[in-house]
T-cell receptor, first 114, second 116 residues
């Protein structure tokens, strides 16, 4: 069974600083997808970034980038120039190719301090 | 991206009653999913709803408790039946949309349910 582990329940960082959220996963498949979702207090789940396992290049979306280490099964999220609006729960998620089911980690609560 | 709406956004219900949650998408999608997020917890998949077939339930979830309808490619309902306080959660629907890349799901705003 797939598992996704987020070992940092809470983090806080000063506005404009850089923060990295950790995620590890376990799968026996070689082709899969990884995601980071953001859930602000409004509770809307928002897709932040997506990574395809067969692509060696790390995905980036503006201030958000990932460090994907396939051999280590690690998928961390880096937020640069953090903003107050980045305050939210962040969930790491995994799905195998052709499976469609997302497995979520337990989440990291990130607080950006003014 | 797809616009997904849910009704109601929140509700307070008495134990023993049932609540039907609606999920509407502004475009046709093949795959729709229903998740539960208990207070302070992560998301757990309840079932996958495909149009024209029975929903596929995950371990620990049964059709009698969480009946699902999927009458067309833009709409689905989840009913929480014979509710107890343990059913107090946020219920979210999601859709898989190819424009986001294979396997990518987009979520509705959620329905916050409190059972007294």
């Amino acid at each position: 069974a797939q598992t996704v582990t987020q070992s940092q329940p809470e983090m806080s960082v000063q506005e404009a600083e850089t923060v990295t959220l950790s995620c590890t996963y376990d799968t026996s498949e070689s082709n899969y997808y990884l995601f980071w979702y953001k859930q602000p207090p409004s509770r809307q789940m928002i897709l932040v970034i997506r990574q395809e396992a067969y692509k060696q290049q790390n995905a980036t979306e503006n201030r958000f980038s990932v460090n994907f280490q396939k051999a280590a099964k690690s998928f961390s999220l880096k937020i640069s120039d953090s903003q107050l609006g980045d305050t939210a729960m962040y969930f790491c998620a995994h799905t195998n190719f052709g499976n469609e089911k997302l497995t979520f980690g337990t989440g990291t609560r990130l607080t950006i301090i003014p | 991206s797809a616009v997904i709406s849910q009704k109601p956004s929140r509700d307070i219900c008495q134990r023993g009653t049932s609540l039907t949650i609606q999920c509407q998408v502004d475009s046709q999608v093949t795959m729709m999913f229903w998740y539960r997020q208990q207070p302070g917890q992560s998301l757990t998949l309840i079932a996958t709803a495909n149009q024209g077939s029975e929903a596929t339930y995950e371990s620990g979830f049964v059709i009698d408790k969480f009946p699902i309808s999927r009458p067309n490619l833009t709409f689905s309902t989840l009913t929480v039946s014979n509710m107890s306080p343990e059913d107090s959660s946020i219920y979210l629907c999601s859709v898989e949309a190819s424009y986001g890349g294979q396997g990518t799901q987009y979520f509705g705003p959620g329905t916050r349910l409190l059972v007294l």
